[in-house]
């Protein structure tokens, strides 16, 4: 008579995710675009207002993540395609791609 592996010996099943390739895809999901980080500044008339302005950015796609009053600045993500729909928002004076600054080791030669 054969033993039975107990259930915890046997191994789960793969993951599937949304990255994964072999992942089905949902019936009327468009896929998931790729999200870039973005900086919008605020023009000194929507500074009043400042958080109506980001409320209109979330409406045009973009995931609000800080409000910063005193500086003017609201900064999220969005579709890499979604930029120039973002600038048409009233109260915005531009919006950039956020940029990394990565500062050397310490004691590294400069």
């Known amino acids: 008579m054969a033993k039975k ?12 995710t949304a990255s994964t390739p072999t992942a089905k895809k949902k019936p009327g999901k468009a896929p998931v675009q790729k ?10 008339e929507g500074l009043k207002d400042i958080h109506k302005v980001a409320h209109q950015l979330t409406q045009r ?3 609000v993540k800080r409000v ?3 500086t003017g600045v609201i900064q999220g993500t ?17 919006v950039e791609e ?13």
């Open 61 to 63: 796609g973009m995931t």
């Open 35 to 44: 999200q870039k980080s973005v900086i919008a500044t605020v023009t000194d």
């Open 98 to 110: 956020e940029g990394v600054v990565q500062l050397p080791p310490l004691g590294a030669p400069q």
């Open 78 to 94: 969005c579709a890499k395609d979604a930029t120039r729909g973002l600038e048409g928002v009233e109260g915005i004076a531009s």
């Open 68 to 70: 910063m009053p005193v």
């Open 5 to 16: 592996k107990p259930k915890s010996a046997t191994k789960p099943s793969p993951v599937h």
